[in-house]
Each structure stands twice: as C-alpha cells, then as structure tokens.
C-alpha cells in the first residue's frame, strides 16, 4: 500500500510548513489551528483545504488498514489486547473508564491502555514510512531544498509519473533531481527544448486544473448551489410560460379565457482574455536580489520555476475577478485601436446589472416600498421585503433564498441575539433563520459588501456558463528574445432564468408573474461608474446611470440615449484627459446658463432624464471627489459617541450640547453644523474643555482631541 494519489498536495503542505513529517495521530492529519491557518493563507483559495484534509485522512485510514494486514509485529500486538480485554471483561472504549473508577481493574487498564498507545504509535510510525516512499519506482535522488526532502524516482521528478516530470530529454527535471553533469539548455527561439516545455506548461495547466474545476464555485466564494452549464458557445434562451386564470362558474355560451404567455429569458457567455509578458531582463534583475532562493535556472534568461510560480498568483487573481464579474460586472466593448487595456469589470454583464435593467428598462419585476435597513430595523425589513413582495401563496415555496451583504449578515445575527436575550445560545443555523419563514435561507454574496440591496428568489434560479469545460485554467506560452509570454481565453458568464414576465399595463394582477424579489434598495453603490471609450461619435448609450471616461477621450458629449423617464444621469470627468472635451447642450443635453461642462476637471455633472428622451443639469461639481475615508455620521440629538465615527454632521435644531461618550485617547473628531439650527457646545466638567462657547451653525465646525480623559478644543471655524 503507497500513498500516491496526494502526495504532491501532502507536499505543497509540508513545504508550505517548513515541516519534514506530516503530523499524524492515530491515523489522522493532525495540524495544529496555527498550521491550519498558515495553509489556507498560503493555499489562497485554490485547494479547499477541508476537502483536501478529508482526502488525505480517507487515503490515511486505507493505508492504515493496509499496514495492519501486513505488518505481522501489528497483527501479534492487535491480538494480544483482544485477548486481554477479553479475559477482563472489557472493550476498548471501556479502558479510559476502567482506569478512573474500577480500583481492582487499575492496572489491568493502564496495561491495556499502555499497549493500545504502543500500537497506535507503531500505526503512525508505519504511515509516516508509506508516504516518505517512492510511489512506482525506486528513487533515484534526494532534493534538499531547506524545507522539506522529496524524493524522485528513476524517470520522474517527485516520482509524480506525469509526463510533465519526465527525466529524459527534460534537462530541468534532471538537475532539479540532483542528476549531476547535466547542463541547462540555451532555449533559443524554435528549439526543441522551448516547444517540449511549452507543451509540458500546457498539459500541467489541463491536468491541474482540471482537478479544481468542480471546487471552482467555493474558490470564488459564489454559492455552491448555483449550477454551471457548460458547451454555450455565445447565448442560451429558456422559454418561460405564464397562465391566467382558467376555471369559471357553469354557464350557456361560450367563453374561452385562456389566456397564456411565453416569453424566453436569455443568457449570454462573454470571451475573457488573459494577456501576460514577463520580460527576461526583468526576472533575471528579480532573482539577483533578495528573491535569488527562487532562481532554480542559475543566469539562463528563461526563469521557469518564477515564471510557474507567478502565473500561480496571477491565475488566483482571474478567478477573483470571475467572481466579481458574475455579481457586478457590466459589459463594455473594447474598441480595435485603443491602447488602453479594458477593465476586469466590464468583461461581461453580471447579476446585478440584468436585475437593473429588467427593472427600469423592462419592467420585468415591481418593487413595494419598503424601509431602508438599520442596524435596529433588519429583522423586520427582512420580514417587510418577503410580506410586501412575495404574493401569499408563494412565500411560503419551498427554495427560497435572502441574498445580502456578509455585513448584513453579521449585523443581523448580533440584533438577533439582542432581541431574543443576550444569554440566548443559538446555533449558527439559527441565527440565519428568518422568524416565522424557515423556508427563506439568508446566503451571503460577498459582492455586496457596503451594499444595502437584498433580493430573494429561488435556490436553482441562478447558474453560471461556460464554453469548454475547464478552459478557465488553461494557458498557452511563447518565448521570443528572452522574454516569455502567456495567453489564455474563455468564456464566463452568470444567469438568471427567470426574473419576471413582460406584460402589457392593464392586464389582470393575477397574470404578472416574477420570480425575484428586491427591497428596493440601489444595487450599485454610489460611487460605482461605468468607464466608457471615445468611439468619436459625441453621443452615449447609457449601459448604467453612472458614467465616467478613459485617459485618451477627446471627443464632446451632445447627446444620451438608452434612458429612462426619471433617471438620474451622472457624467464623472477625467483630470488626465489632454485637450478641452467637453459636455454640451449641441444634442439633447440642457446645460445650466448654456455653460459647457469641462470633462478635465474630473468633477461630475449630475442630469435628469425627461420622458421626452432629454436631459437637464440638475448640478456639477469642478473638481474630483476626495476619498470619503470614514463615512460621516449624522446627529440631532445632543450628545455623540466617539465610536461610531470620526466626523459628526448636526441636522437637529438650536440646542446646547450635552456631551461625548467612547473614544479613544488621541481621537480627534469635528463636529459640524447644519442648516436646521445652532448647536451650542461649552465646557463640560471631565467631559469637554473649548476656549469659550462655540455657537456651532450651518458652515462652522469644532475639532476636539482627546487627552487624559476630556475633549480639548484645537480648532474651530464659527461664523
């Protein structure tokens, strides 16, 4: 019995550990929470490392069988507790019993107990021997890397058999193995040498993440429900049929009422592109410095274990931004002659934009009005989404799910608790439950961090598409003149398989189906902009409400389209844009005193949609917007805490000041005033210290610090 189907990953973990034996405790991995942790850092997402450990427990625990048959010192030892458990009366989860309260059995016990610790030793001992020996072949070689001893057999590096390890004719392989009077290859351009590693980096590429790819939806952190279909060329189409009522009271004439609807809901795939050139001189200036350990090439040009290793890091980056495309991604073409790379958001068209646009554009799906969420309110917001949304006969289906931001998440499992007794044990399963709706499971989207949107709908609703099975994770590789470079392409794309039905104003109630259901709340956050190129053309269809443009733009915007009745148009500027472009009212767009909009300044220029397809200022702004950094905080009563922020925004009327809870010593915070009416602040006995009475208004701020317990005074600007 070898231990062979995991021994490269056992090995990625012991290197990751710098450790020379797998820890293993009566026939199980036994890594420590801080090793546990060191692995899933080190892993990044791309071995589910729960999955892997289970794996290799399972390999561990046949091995472990395997070794007892055969090892006839274990089958003698094996036998001889039997027997005397046996002869005293006792099994082997009696020992720990006996030991502790059968006085005349006390040694007895600690005999047997001593004898089954021995035989589990000599278990782990003989575990420990199968994984350090070769899987097919003798080995050949040792390799001392400082980290851990992998051994090599007589044809292939890591004794792996794969063909990519092969000793012959792989000059790298044989000197990695130890193989002395091998020298490394030139790998000049269109050598033998440069296609078979070409080859082997592709093979590595299908074979390796081939094994990933059923684990790709947890690696993304999308839901592990959503279903993937594969072989979709360009677009899919499922058709949808909805029915009215059909049944009707006894009657003489002839009235048909069949009434029935199908519409297709359409999903459509979007080629990625992954472009990457490492230059040589680069990874050569690279492995001279402080990163030399991973030159394994000496001063050949071609750094083919950095470059593996790189292309590692950059492929945990490519899934990432799958992920990110399936929720927010919005669609935007790269033109044929720019020289400004697009953008990983707008490769294609994700979730959240379709939930847009069949809501605005083709009245899919209506929202009721419901209140935003608080920290206070979410257990009845929630509960508000479902009864003000889902029709009676439907919220109770079984299926359902809540998606919200993981903030939310926690931030209603801490009301929870609050609610229902902070001395209340939960569950985690029940802490997600929705009181009174245990059908509605709450499943966090992390795309939706700083997002207050939440939208129900059915657990097989949404899917993901694919062209090739596993071409995500396959990569190509040319060299020329030192420098390499690696492409791959594929197709991604999430869907939703129904949202609503289309229908005509007027038609019964009972004949508008949908299938999700939102709270109403904005689905993008505020300061998220669509980057558009210049086609030259001075006219804009609005893929979204925000817009904003790359570096090169040179032409004037005159015209909008693909707008709704009402919609909220911002056009953000670009401060790095060369030349005088500009927004003006040559088109559709009415401009405030007939003054253009300067695009370089990289302010933003805010319009209104009116139903005739035109569009009015509302306001601009003529510079950038700064950093936010922490969100300010709005007050109207008299008194703040320090914890919640560090700007304070008065909106209250006239009132005196009152006082400062939490902080911390050395905060500083500023108080601002408001339109509604002057706060007064004056000194506060251990509290807050000002020079003299600031009468706080719209337009006036107080900065305070905190020292040795009070809030000193360090500047103010009052009217």
Same mark, same amino acid.
């Given at each position: 019995? *070898?231990?062979?189907?995991?021994?490269?990953?056992?090995?990625?973990?012991?290197?990751?550990?710098?450790?020379?034996?797998?820890?293993?405790?009566?026939?199980?991995?036994?890594?420590?929470?801080?090793?546990?942790?060191?692995?899933?850092?080190?892993?990044?997402?791309?071995? &589910?490392?729960?999955?892997?450990?289970?794996?290799?427990?399972?390999?561990?625990?046949?091995?472990?069988?395997?070794?007892?048959?055969?090892?006839?010192?274990?089958?003698?030892?094996? &036998?001889?507790?039997?027997?005397?458990?046996?002869?005293?009366?006792?099994?082997?989860?009696?020992?720990?019993?006996?030991?502790?309260?059968?006085?005349?059995?006390?040694?007895?016990?600690?005999?047997?107990?001593?004898?089954?610790?021995?035989?589990?030793?000599? !278990?782990?001992?003989?575990? =420990?021997?199968?994984?350090?020996?070769?899987?097919?072949?003798?080995?050949?070689?040792?390799?001392?890397?400082?980290?851990?001893?992998?051994?090599?057999?007589?044809?292939?590096?890591?004794?792996?058999?794969?063909?990519?390890?092969?000793?012959?004719?792989?000059?790298?392989?044989?000197?990695?193995?130890?193989?002395?009077?091998?020298?490394?290859? *030139?790998?000049?351009?269109?050598?033998?040498?440069?296609?078979?590693?070409?080859?082997?980096?592709?093979?590595?590429?299908?074979?390796?993440?081939?094994?990933?790819?059923?684990?790709?939806?947890?690696?993304?952190?999308?839901?592990?429900?959503?279903?993937?279909?594969?072989?979709?060329?360009?677009?899919?189409?499922? #058709?949808?049929?909805?029915?009215?009522?059909?049944?009707?009271?006894?009657?003489?004439?002839?009235?048909?009422?069949?009434?029935?609807?199908?519409?297709?809901?359409?999903?459509?795939?979007?080629?990625?592109?992954?472009?990457?050139?490492?230059?040589?001189?680069?990874? =050569?200036?690279?492995?001279?410095?402080?990163?030399?350990?991973?030159?394994?090439?000496?001063?050949?040009?071609? *750094?083919?274990?950095?470059?593996?290793?790189?292309?590692?890091?950059?492929?945990?980056?490519?899934?990432?931004?799958?992920?990110?495309?399936?929720?927010? #991604?919005?669609?935007?073409?790269?033109?044929?002659?720019?020289?400004?790379?697009?953008?990983?958001?707008?490769?294609?068209?994700?979730?959240?934009?379709?939930?847009?646009?069949?809501?605005?554009?083709?009245?899919?799906?209506?929202?009721?009005?419901?209140?935003?969420?608080?920290?206070?309110?979410?257990?009845?917001?929630?509960?508000?989404?479902?009864?003000?949304?889902?029709?009676?006969?439907?919220?109770?289906?079984?299926?359902?799910?809540?998606?919200?931001?993981?903030?939310?998440?926690?931030?209603?499992?801490?009301?929870?608790?609050?609610?229902?007794?902070?001395?209340?044990?939960?569950?985690?399963?029940?802490?997600?439950?929705?009181?009174?709706?245990?059908?509605?499971?709450?499943?966090?989207? !992390?795309?939706?961090?700083?997002? &207050?949107?939440?939208?129900?709908?059915?657990?097989?609703?949404?899917?993901?598409?694919?062209?090739?099975?596993?071409?995500?994770?396959?990569?190509?590789?040319?060299?020329?003149?030192?420098?390499?470079?690696?492409?791959?392409?594929?197709?991604?794309?999430?869907?939703?398989?129904?949202?609503?039905?289309?229908?005509?104003?007027?038609?019964?109630?009972?004949?508008?189906?949908?299938?999700?259901?939102?709270?109403?709340?904005?689905?993008?956050?505020?300061?998220?902009?669509?980057?558009?190129?210049?086609?030259?053309? #001075?006219?804009?269809?609005?893929?979204?409400?925000?817009?904003?443009?790359?570096?090169?733009?040179?032409?004037?915007?005159?015209?909008?389209?693909?707008?709704?009745?009402?919609?909220?148009?911002?056009?953000?500027?670009?401060?790095?844009?060369?030349?005088?472009?500009?927004?003006?009212?040559?088109?559709?767009?009415?401009?405030?005193?007939?003054?253009?909009?300067?695009? $370089?300044?990289?302010?933003?220029?805010?319009?209104?949609?009116?139903?005739?397809?035109?569009?009015?200022?509302?306001?601009?702004?003529?510079?950038?917007?700064?950093?936010?950094?922490?969100?300010?905080?709005?007050?109207?009563?008299?008194?703040?805490?320090?914890?919640?922020?560090?700007?304070? $925004?008065?909106?209250? #009327?006239?009132?005196?000041?009152?006082?400062?809870?939490?902080?911390?010593?050395?905060?500083?915070?500023?108080?601002?005033?408001?339109?509604?009416?002057?706060?007064?602040?004056?000194?506060?006995?251990?509290?807050? $210290?000002?020079?003299?009475?600031?009468?706080?208004?719209?337009?006036?701020?107080?900065?305070?610090?905190?020292?040795?317990?009070?809030?000193?005074?360090?500047?103010?600007?009052?009217?």
């Amino acid at each position: 019995m *070898k231990f062979t189907k995991l021994k490269r990953t056992v090995a990625l973990m012991m290197v990751a550990l710098k450790i020379k034996e797998l820890p293993i405790e009566e026939g199980k991995v036994n890594f420590s929470e801080d090793q546990l942790e060191e692995l899933r850092t080190a892993f990044g997402g791309t071995i &589910d490392l729960d999955k892997a450990l289970d794996a290799v427990n399972k390999e561990l625990a046949e091995m472990k069988e395997g070794a007892i048959e055969n090892d006839q010192r274990l089958i003698d030892a094996r &036998d001889e507790i039997q027997k005397m458990l046996k002869e005293h009366g006792l099994a082997e989860e009696d020992v720990e019993e006996a030991a502790e309260g059968q006085e005349d059995n006390k040694d007895v016990s600690a005999q047997i107990k001593a004898m089954l610790e021995k035989y589990s030793t000599s !278990v782990d001992e003989k575990l =420990q021997k199968l994984i350090k020996s070769s899987e097919e072949d003798t080995p050949q070689a040792q390799l001392e890397n400082g980290k851990t001893d992998m051994k090599h057999s007589d044809t292939h590096l890591y004794g792996s058999n794969k063909v990519y390890d092969e000793l012959e004719g792989r000059a790298w392989n044989q000197i990695a193995a130890g193989v002395q009077g091998v020298s490394m290859p *030139k790998f000049e351009a269109g050598s033998l040498e440069v296609q078979k590693l070409a080859n082997d980096l592709d093979l590595y590429n299908r074979q390796t993440n081939s094994k990933l790819t059923s684990l790709f939806r947890d690696t993304l952190k999308l839901p592990s429900f959503w279903t993937l279909r594969s072989n979709v060329d360009d677009r899919v189409a499922d #058709g949808n049929i909805v029915t009215a009522e059909i049944t009707q009271a006894r009657k003489k004439g002839w009235l048909p009422k069949n009434q029935q609807l199908i519409q297709p809901e359409e999903a459509q795939v979007y080629p990625a592109q992954v472009d990457i050139e490492h230059a040589g001189y680069e990874l =050569q200036k690279w492995l001279t410095s402080w990163l030399a350990d991973y030159n394994k090439e000496g001063s050949q040009a071609y *750094k083919w274990s950095f470059v593996e290793y790189l292309n590692m890091e950059l492929d945990k980056r490519r899934g990432q931004e799958d992920r990110v495309v399936s929720i927010k #991604g919005v669609h935007v073409a790269t033109p044929d002659n720019t020289n400004i790379p697009g953008l990983a958001i707008h490769r294609g068209d994700g979730i959240l934009i379709k939930l847009w646009r069949a809501l605005y554009y083709d009245k899919k799906y209506r929202v009721a009005q419901i209140e935003a969420p608080t920290k206070q309110n979410i257990l009845d917001h929630e509960v508000q989404l479902i009864e003000k949304n889902i029709p009676e006969e439907e919220r109770n289906a079984p299926g359902l799910i809540l998606y919200m931001s993981p903030d939310w998440v926690r931030a209603r499992m801490t009301r929870k608790r609050i609610e229902y007794g902070e001395n209340t044990t939960f569950k985690n399963e029940e802490l997600l439950e929705i009181e009174n709706y245990p059908n509605i499971k709450i499943c966090p989207l !992390v795309d939706l961090a700083g997002s &207050d949107f939440m939208f129900i709908t059915y657990d097989n609703n949404i899917g993901l598409m694919e062209n090739v099975p596993g071409e995500r994770g396959m990569y190509r590789m040319e060299t020329l003149k030192r420098d390499v470079f690696i492409f791959s392409d594929y197709k991604w794309g999430p869907r939703i398989f129904h949202i609503g039905m289309k229908v005509k104003e007027g038609d019964p109630n009972s004949f508008k189906v949908q299938t999700v259901w939102t709270n109403g709340m904005p689905m993008f956050k505020k300061d998220f902009f669509v980057r558009l190129y210049d086609d030259g053309t #001075g006219e804009i269809k609005l893929p979204y409400s925000n817009i904003t443009i790359t570096d090169d733009w040179t032409s004037n915007i005159e015209t909008l389209s693909n707008g709704y009745a009402g919609q909220i148009v911002r056009i953000k500027g670009n401060a790095s844009i060369q030349g005088a472009a500009k927004v003006v009212d040559d088109g559709n767009i009415s401009l405030t005193g007939d003054a253009d909009f300067n695009l $370089n300044t990289g302010g933003v220029i805010t319009l209104l949609c009116n139903g005739d397809n035109t569009y009015t200022e509302l306001k601009r702004t003529t510079e950038p917007d700064q950093d936010p950094g922490e969100e300010d905080v709005e007050f109207n009563g008299t008194a703040i805490d320090a914890d919640e922020g560090y700007t304070f $925004n008065y909106t209250g #009327g006239n009132a005196n000041f009152t006082g400062i809870t939490g902080g911390i010593e050395g905060q500083a915070i500023t108080i601002n005033g408001g339109e509604g009416g002057t706060l007064t602040v004056d000194d506060i006995a251990g509290n807050v $210290n000002v020079s003299a009475a600031a009468a706080i208004a719209d337009g006036d701020y107080l900065k305070l610090t905190l020292v040795d317990g009070v809030w000193e005074e360090t500047d103010r600007s009052i009217a």
